[in-house]
């Protein structure tokens, strides 16, 4: 089996199949990271100046490109964030979105649970992307903490 330059053991086709899989996760990165740059003010060239990156390439892994390991810490160091933090919350399964929606809709299928929904999407609407990502892991937290008194 030919494998493609730089990739250990994978060939083209594993390749191409593998980022389809995960397709949906480089999305949601590129998403954090163009919502943490615009919070910040900062435009696509002045990270790419201080990155050595092309503002056209950051415009690509803001687009859903996959980014490299390395290139992910670059922009976490420059952004002042843990890198984990770029991970919370993301599904932790290989496939589309279609399947987590499948999965995660079961517990809120009941009218309160449209109406608290509702209520902290107006709530959402209000915060700018850092405070959303801070609203998010305090509600996480507080889930948490549920499950353990259970």
């Known amino acids: ?9 994978m060939s083209a086709g594993q390749d191409r199949a593998d980022r389809l899989k995960t397709q949906h996760i480089d999305d949601l990165l590129g998403q954090r990271l163009r ?11 002045q990270v790419g100046d201080e990155l050595a990156v092309s503002d056209s390439r950051i415009r690509d892994y803001e687009e859903g490109d996959r980014i490299p390991a390395a290139r992910l810490w670059q922009f976490c160091g420059r ?12 599904p932790h399964h290989v496939g589309g979105r279609d399947t987590e929606v499948a999965d995660e809709s079961a517990p809120f ?17 209000q915060l700018n992307p850092v405070e959303r990502r801070l609203a998010l892991a305090a509600l996480r937290g507080m889930g948490q903490r549920k499950l353990k008194t259970l």
């Open 109 to 125: 299928d009941s009218p309160f649970a449209d109406e608290v929904v509702r209520a902290i999407n107006a709530a959402a609407e």
């Open 79 to 90: 952004y002042g964030i843990a890198v984990e933090s770029l991970f919370e919350g993301l």
């Open 35 to 45: 919502e943490i740059r615009n919070a910040m003010g900062l435009t696509r060239e």
């Open 1 to 9: 089996m030919a494998c493609a330059p730089g990739r250990r053991g």
